[in-house]
């Protein structure tokens, strides 16, 4: 149980265009997910959390216009990246807390490695 | 705020014993996750204390002492496919975030 999938696995794109990735628990309803990017070498940083049915909220220094994030249902959240840079090239990970179970336990997805070119 | 400090890198031999510290400063506590991560790939649970004390579970094990903001993550009988990240990340406060630390990188060499 708990499994989360992310959609695509990998992706390239163009500078300037927009790419969006799912991020879906498979199952288990997961009224909180939570998005985060990984740098090489470095550790996850949270970049929002998304809650269903209202806004998502972001972390300082994360731009809301530029990472859009809708969480739709109770078992699906996406973040689109807009007008996409190099610099925006990164390891994009999802995650979901169940309804239900421990506390503060997220499940993650597998994650997307995004490269702009 | 918020603080999670980890070893950047270990290295051991295959079949040693390792012990990765963890240490945090917070403004709340309700417990702190291991996460085992695979270059390219997504973190992997691994354990959650949220009580003073050692958990077991098989070859890992995991301790917190909360008076002292500390714990770790001992990994007995190392094999090869031990390499990898371990990441320490506790929840903040009373959110549903998790904050992590900056993750230990390790090498198990035959």
């Known amino acids: 149980g708990a499994v989360v999938s992310q959609h695509p696995s990998r992706v390239i794109c163009k500078s300037g265009t927009s790419v969006k990735i799912e991020c879906r628990s498979l199952?288990?309803?997961?009224?909180?997910m939570f998005w985060y990017r990984q740098f090489p070498k470095q550790s996850l940083m949270l970049m929002a959390t998304?809650?269903?049915?209202?806004?998502?909220?972001?972390e300082q220094g994360v731009e809301k216009d530029k990472f859009l994030i809708n969480h739709a249902s109770l078992t699906l959240s996406t973040l689109t990246v807009t007008s996409a840079h190099p610099e925006d090239s990164s390891f994009y990970i999802c995650?979901?807390?169940?309804?239900?179970?421990?506390?503060?336990?997220?499940?993650f997805g597998p994650g997307t490695r995004l490269t702009v070119t | 705020g918020q603080n999670i400090d980890q070893p950047t890198e270990m290295t051991a031999t295959e079949g040693a014993i390792v012990q990765i510290n963890c240490t945090y400063q917070?403004?709340?506590?309700?417990?702190l996750f291991w996460y085992q991560q695979h270059a390219g790939e997504a973190p992997t649970f691994l354990s959650y204390?949220?009580?003073?004390g050692l958990e077991e579970k098989g070859r890992f094990s995991s301790f917190l002492s909360r008076s002292k903001g500390y714990s770790y993550l001992l990994l007995k009988e190392l094999q090869m496919k031990d390499s990898a990240s371990y990441l320490c990340?506790?929840?903040?406060?009373?959110?549903?975030?998790?904050?992590f630390g900056t993750g230990t990188r390790l090498q198990v060499f035959p």
């Open positions: 199952d288990f309803q997961a009224t909180t």
């Open positions: 917070t403004s709340g506590f309700n417990g």
């Open positions: 990340a506790g929840p903040l406060g009373d959110t549903d975030k998790l904050i």
């Open positions: 995650s979901a807390r169940s309804t239900s179970g421990v506390s503060y336990e997220q499940y």
């Open positions: 204390n949220v009580l003073d």
């Open positions: 998304s809650n269903e049915g209202s806004k998502a909220t972001y």
